[in-house]
């Protein structure tokens, strides 16, 4: 690979892995000692954390904009600038105002960074090499989780206001990293003539993805909204969801060959096998009455969640190479609103069927869609087709 290639990477790497691995889930992880010190109802919390994905939705649908008028780059450092300030802000926050504030803006983080990035990619790789260098940018997720699980795991010792202060040094650092190896580039409009853009040819084209989209937000929503609470059922003790996290991060580092499993299975296959992997981990997590069933689900989640959401990435691209930002933009897209409507579908279910129940099922979903999935695929023409993208 070429350095400029690596470069590129590796500041996506940086910057996606503090805004989606760490400052879009400090929140649930500090959530029980905010509480505590600002007297914050339930009420009030939940209203936060609603709050958190309208600002990563606002992000999201500001990358296409931002894009056509600065270049790809240009989203990434505002979500980096979001990302410090909002951290920070929490982190130093008197009173609950500004702690809501930060929040939001520090959510926000994760919709402006992610996608521009397959649009660096398309203007500074290799075809060859853009399924492995999409997949290193994602993968920085899962470094990301286990710096969360880390400071939530030292937290208790200080303050929960040092998770947030270490998230926002870092935020700072990747930013900073960001704009050092990731090239200025023109806005893609630019480079490919000025074609538009007809929405409803990208949508059809994107059907099968944008399915796919859907069926993984609801498996992974659930596990991240419920981790915790089985967590406690199961025994564990307070500091275990530090721990579930930064598990989850390891078990997601499998992810940086999800551009050689591609290669091999197809896009659509390793989707397949991703929705697969969630779902054992959501049973796994539903029937769990000890620490090695939590625990061990957390790692498998972490495989499929990782490897789901870079295939993801790579998947749009392939679809959509001309416009590859704007057609993962729409499945992120996609996917936050299911993120949104998922807890209150599964919230109206756990007081009468129980968590186990809802764990369970959710998982079943996910294996049953995962086979559907593949049953729908021609393997050996998925992959002569992604081979022929990439030769």
């Given amino acids: 690979m ?3 290639e690596i470069r590129a990477a590796a500041g996506g790497a940086a910057v996606v892995g503090v805004a989606f691995g760490m400052a879009r889930y ?8 905010m509480q505590a010190e600002f007297d914050l109802s339930e009420q009030l919390s939940g209203l936060v954390a609603s709050a958190t994905f309208v600002g990563y939705l606002i992000g999201l649908l500001g990358v296409p904009v931002l894009v056509a008028r600065r270049g790809p780059r240009a989203p990434t450092s505002v979500g980096g600038v979001c990302g410090a300030l909002g951290c920070a802000m929490v982190a130093l926050s008197p009173n ?21 990035y397959s649009d660096v990619l398309r203007a500074v790789a290799d075809p060859r090499h853009r399924p492995t260098l999409l ?10 989780l286990v710096g969360l699980g880390a400071l939530g795991l030292l937290a208790p010792l200080v303050s929960w206001r040092l998770t947030w202060a270490g998230i ?22 630019r480079q490919e003539g000025g074609q538009r853009l007809h929405l409803g040819r990208l949508l059809g084209r994107l059907l099968v993805p944008l399915l796919y989209t859907v069926t993984y937000f609801v498996a992974i929503t659930v596990y991240f909204t419920y981790a915790s609470d089985a967590a406690e059922e199961a025994g564990l003790a307070d500091w275990a969801p530090a721990l579930v996290f930064a598990l989850i991060g390891l078990g997601g580092l499998v992810a940086f060959w999800t551009g050689r499993m591609t290669a ?32 061990g689900s957390a790692v498998v989640l972490g495989a499929g969640f990782m490897v789901g959401s870079s295939v993801l990435a790579i ?35 756990v007081p009468s069927a129980g968590l186990g129940t809802v764990l369970v099922s959710s998982g079943a979903v996910a294996v049953v869609s995962a086979v559907a999935l593949a049953a729908g695929l021609p393997v050996g023409a998925a992959v002569r087709r992604t081979r022929a993208r990439t030769t």
């Fill in 264 to 295: 091999a299975l197809g896009p659509a296959g390793v989707g397949a096998a991703s929705l697969g992997v969630v779902g054992l981990a959501l049973g796994g997590l539903g029937l769990a009455s000890g620490a090695p069933l939590v625990l």
């Fill in 96 to 116: 609950a105002a500004v702690l809501a504030t930060g929040a939001v803006l520090a959510g926000s983080a994760a919709g402006w960074v992610w996608a521009p």
């Fill in 2 to 4: 070429e350095k400029q």
């Fill in 315 to 349: 998947w749009t691209a392939h679809v959509e190479p001309e416009r590859p930002g704007t057609a993962f933009t729409v499945a992120l897209v996609v996917g936050a609103v299911t993120s949104i409507v998922t807890p209150a579908v599964t919230g109206s279910l």
């Fill in 135 to 144: 997949a290193v940018v994602t993968t920085g997720t899962g470094v990301g």
């Fill in 168 to 189: 926002a040094v870092a935020a700072a650092v990747a930013a900073t990293l960001n704009l050092r190896l990731v090239p200025a580039l023109p806005p893609p409009e």
């Fill in 26 to 33: 400090a929140y649930g992880l500090t959530l029980p000692d």
